[in-house]
């Protein structure tokens, strides 16, 4: 009889979310830059035989997030951009919780990032930052305050206005 290693069809890192893959301008600034200002791991990286990154993977809180660089071979074919080939604009938010916003915050701006929104405690029970990354991405921490019931997320809101 063969031993055989159980298939794992998902992955656990993998198996409750969507992964975004974002693309930037120097996929190794940005893996530095997250290091610094959000304390990612880098979890692995495939250099791109002309130079770049092809692929990599960093882990922000608990959170899995897949970079490249725009430039790479793979992303030409995809015709994949980064947020500066977009006049700075960008068409994603990236979310992720973690247990101190401010202190996050504090250390991303002294890494480099732009504050869009410091941390403010927003009527769905998280205190909330925007922060926008030198490669043009932007990220909204959040640390979960309380639980909003829907009447009172409704409530607030319209109080809000």
Request: aromatic letters at 4%; hydrophobic letters at 45%; proline letters at 2%.
């Given at each position: 009889m063969t031993e055989r290693t159980a298939h794992i069809e998902i992955p656990d890192r993998y198996r409750y979310a969507v992964i975004p893959h974002i693309m930037v301008d120097d996929a190794a600034a940005a893996i530095d830059f997250y290091q610094r200002a959000f304390g990612a791991r880098e979890d692995f990286r495939?250099?791109?035989?002309?130079?770049?990154?092809?692929h990599a993977e960093i882990t922000v809180g608990?959170?899995?997030?897949?970079?490249?660089?725009?430039g790479a071979e793979a992303s030409d074919a995809a015709s994949l951009v980064a947020p500066t080939s977009l006049g700075g604009g960008t068409s994603v938010m990236l979310h992720v919780f973690v247990p101190d916003v401010d202190s996050l915050a504090e250390r991303a701006?002294?890494?480099g990032a732009e504050i869009l929104q410091p941390p403010t405690d927003m009527f769905h029970g998280d205190r909330t930052a925007v922060i926008k990354d030198p490669?043009?991405?932007?990220?909204?921490?959040?640390?979960?305050?309380?639980?909003?019931?829907?009447?009172?997320?409704?409530?607030r809101l319209a109080a809000a206005e």
């Open positions: 495939i250099d791109a035989p002309s130079g770049g990154i092809l608990r959170s899995a997030l897949m970079l490249g660089d725009a701006e002294a890494a490669a043009g991405h932007m990220w909204v921490f959040l640390s979960h305050k309380e639980d909003v019931s829907r009447e009172e997320l409704r409530r």
